[in-house]
């Protein structure tokens, strides 16, 4: 510090350097936190647009399962003369298959493959010898997407070991 | 300005002063970019899911349509023997209609009412005696929806003036 005889503005100079490595320092905080605000929206926007997407596709899944419970139950009864309108009815099902893919929801239900616990939940385990056990051999209700857009997954029925294998 | 016997110190100080207020004006207006940006991405945030609410929710109201026609064509062929299957998807279709209810989408499909540009797209006009002119007197393809939340407006017939009346 020099010795003037101004001590006062002296000081004050002190102060003020304090105050600009200060203010300059809060500056570049709040630029820095801008920056980090802009970078966390952009992930964020992302984010919550597909948990809405992912609400919203979900919503319509029982209504297209209660169509297929109708289609299934009135084919399996095609001794009645519903056939028209389920020929319909199925172009219907297959119309919601393919707004749920456009929406980034494949539909699975594949039988024939090993049980995943990722993609799979079993609800019913049945002996089965022609496959090996763990194999998925009916799917009892479909499942849509994958990974982190899965919107559920497949219940499915598993094969066990067959008793005495 | 001082007199004082230190000239640089004293410019040095004047220099700082601004340095401070011009910093010290920085940094508020960053905090206040700050701010608004917060305010902003807020707001911005609710509108980019009622967005994509609204564009998931519209993709499957073609889905919803074709099960009313499929139902419509075999309500008006109930000779055949479909009753059980139409029974059956009459509950599927009130689901659907629930659903969008729940979403925010409010279904219009109201006769007798007047013309509104708002809610109605006029596809057909047709003479009708019993109602005044402009009366929405039947609804070919309901609307769903109102005000900034409307997905599409409900399509309708319209009664016109009857000749020389």
């Known amino acids: 510090m020099e010795n003037g005889p101004v001590p006062v503005d002296t ?37 919550e647009r597909a948990a809405e997407r992912a609400r919203v596709a979900c919503a319509w899944l029982p209504v297209l399962d209660n169509l ?21 009815l199925l172009a219907v099902r297959d119309q919601a298959i393919v707004v749920l893919a456009g929406l980034g929801y494949e539909r699975h239900d594949e039988t024939g493959i090993p049980f995943d616990p990722e993609r799979h939940e079993a609800v ?14 009916e799917v009892l209700r479909p499942g849509y997407g994958d990974g982190d857009r899965q919107l559920r997954p497949a219940a499915v029925v598993v094969s066990a070991d067959t008793p005495g294998a």
């Open 11 to 47: 000081k004050s100079t002190v102060d003020d350097e304090r105050t600009v490595a200060e203010l300059e320092d809060r500056w570049r905080r709040a630029l820095a936190d801008l920056d980090n605000l802009r970078k966390r929206y952009a992930r964020e926007l992302e984010r």
């Open 124 to 137: 019913v385990a049945r002996a089965d010898d022609h496959v090996p056990p763990g194999t998925v051999i």
């Open 68 to 88: 297929e419970l109708a289609l299934d139950h009135a084919q399996r009864d095609l001794s009645h003369d519903s056939g028209p309108l389920a020929q319909g």
